[in-house]
């Protein structure tokens, strides 16, 4: 089977049987209704034990951020609460879905959720690092972030570990994370140049990003930690002992 051949029959899926599942997955789904109200029900943005007032705070205050943090994604109409409830919709509807018994498109299929994984890590790192600089974990119960994310989705403390160095370095490289999030990177890459720097000052990290940058559009993630690893001995040998 030709991937990239023109004619529709071919470009099916083998597990798409009437050719039409996307739409009755969306179209059932009060997620991807343009109507925010339904959206706001299904997933309710307020917290219900906050008293009416701070709930209208909480939310003139997230419009707030939303506007000014996040300028890729002014202006498209959904709230990421909203984007990240289809998202995991979605992803329970790719879960429970027939595997396609065509191996070219499972490679095709499995390069696509690739690099959708990592666009999804680098989301992820951005709120698991606004929750660890704001200490939300603590006032949830938890002794720590890294315990939050044991606790919360079962990661190792090695997971864990990665995750959360990967979101307190993305937060002061500002052009690593823009990168990851536009799909510029890989998340192994990335993981590589966070190890780098998770040792270095702010003055020193900001040093080593763009070499790093650079050496990432030339290298994979294993010449990036060699590299790595020797400019963090350039920069702070005593670091190194």
Known sequence: M???DSDPEHLRRSNDVDGDWWDRLTTDSPLWLSEGSLAREHFPITDPELPQDASQ???????????????????RGRSSWVLVGSLRESAQALALAPLPDDAGICLAEAEDLLFARDRITSALADRV???HGAGQAKRHGHASTRSWLRAAAGMSVAGAGRLLTLAVELARLPRVREKFAEGGLAAGVVEAICTATAQLSDEHAA???PILL??????????????GRYLRAVLDPDGED
């Open 57 to 75: 705070d909480a939310g003139d205050n997230a419009s707030a951020d939303s506007a000014g943090g996040c300028e890729a994604g002014a202006g």
């Open 129 to 131: 690092g606004r929750v």
């Open 207 to 209: 040093l080593a990003e």
């Open 214 to 227: 650079e050496l990432a559009g030339k290298a994979g993630a294993a010449e990036v930690a060699k590299a």
């Open 2 to 4: 030709d991937l990239f």
